[in-house]
């Protein structure tokens, strides 16, 4: 298939990062609006007017842009996607997203919107949108390019107390014009990660260094260049984060990595699951008590009191575990300390042994040098 080349001035590009919700400092995520202004200025550098960029942020206090920016919430970013981003045309759309998210019950991907609550948890239906430009509602904007940076975690784990509200957006009639590449960070029931010192995420960052100069890049190239960068972290047992990629043209359609990941040689040792911090992370979050900040203090102060004393805390689960593990990792009497805690706390017979495993293989790797 011969692709031609897409004129900078044609590109329209929807580019959100949201890093602060209604829902209060528990839902705080260092780095999508700093991953998205490198992407609106990675644009801009291949030629993209300013003008055909819709930059939507909620950053964090003291990590405000110096670049203008349009509002994250709900009817900011719903009134995007269907009047917008229709309304500027073009032959070519950008969508970037860096964020909460969450898989609903109809396995669609719900991305949080800056005035989501926990009791109204606002969001863009991120599969509804996709549909909608895939009709004759949006004129034009034939090649479409989809990243999001978010959780890809099953809705009913999290046990909040209210269901997900949903909205389907208005669509024109179904046409065959359209080829749209998608990329997830996360696999499905997944967390996708965020580095809150270095403010990016993983597969933000991977994306970004994977872009070439081309401000509408041919998606095959690409995916196989991004996977093939996760897969050297998995191999190496930095994450155990499985992208979801898809690409539907008029005609063809595949799903998953767009290349097999090259074979293990003769003899090696099997791929290692994950690192042992991530594995016992995850294992942690499995208890629904870990995203409540006074259920985890309330563990903590099971610990012996000096321990706790230089250990960092923050307000987002996942952050405030690495600091809690980094701090016990020295001390493996004290770990199994707080396996006792939230197995007091949460007897669940199979998160237990999870955790057990979890906790076991971290000790096992805890030493100089680990």
């Known amino acids: 298939m011969t692709r031609h080349a897409v004129p900078p001035e044609r590109v329209v590009a929807l580019v959100v990062g949201i890093e602060r919700y209604g829902a209060g400092a528990a839902w705080d995520l260092p780095g999508p609006a700093r991953d ?3 992407f609106r200025d990675w644009l801009l550098a291949r030629g993209v007017p300013e003008s055909r960029i819709l930059l939507h942020l909620a950053p964090l206090p003291g990590s405000e842009p110096g670049a203008p920016f349009r509002p994250a919430d709900h009817d900011s970013l719903r009134r995007a996607l ?17 964020g909460h998210g969450v898989l609903d019950t109809d396995e669609h991907l719900r991305l949080y919107s800056a005035d989501a609550t926990v009791a109204d948890r606002r ?3 991120l599969d509804s949108a996709r549909a909608l430009f895939r009709t004759d509602a949006v004129t034009g904007l034939a090649r479409q390019m989809w990243m999001a940076d978010a959780c890809r975690t099953f809705d009913e784990q999290h046990h909040f ?13 179904r046409v065959q014009a359209h080829e749209q590449t998608v990329m997830l960070a996360a696999g499905r029931g997944q967390r ?11 597969f933000s960052d991977i994306v970004l260094d994977s872009l070439p100069d081309d401000p509408l890049p041919d998606p095959v190239p690409l995916l196989a260049a991004v996977e093939a960068r996760m897969h050297g972290l998995r191999k190496a ?13 008029p005609g063809w359609t595949t799903t998953g990595p767009p290349a097999p990941a090259p074979p293990a040689p003769a003899g090696a040792a099997p791929a290692s699951p994950g690192h042992p911090m991530l594995r016992l992370i995850d294992a942690l979050l499995a208890y629904p008590l870990m995203s409540d900040r006074d259920e985890r203090q309330a563990l903590v102060n099971e610990l012996p009191a000096d321990v706790v004393s230089r250990m960092p805390r923050h307000s987002m689960p996942r952050t405030d575990l690495v600091g809690i593990l980094r701090t016990l990792r ?16 949460d007897p669940d017979p199979e998160r237990a042994t999870g955790l057990k495993g979890a906790l076991q293989d971290f000790v096992e790797g805890t030493g100089p040098g680990t």
């Open 36 to 38: 998205a202004l490198r």
């Open 82 to 98: 269907v009047t917008d981003v229709p309304e500027r045309g073009g032959d070519a759309l950008w969508v970037w997203w860096g």
């Open 123 to 125: 969001n863009i239906d």
């Open 161 to 173: 107390p209210q269901t997900l509200p949903g909205e389907r957006l208005p669509m024109g009639r």
């Open 192 to 202: 996708a990660a965020n580095d809150p010192e270095r403010r990016l995420g993983l």
């Open 237 to 249: 047992g930095l994450t155990g984060q499985l992208p979801d990629y898809f690409l539907a043209r």
């Open 330 to 345: 020295p001390r493996p009497r004290t770990l199994w300390q707080l396996y006792d805690a939230v197995t007091l706390l």
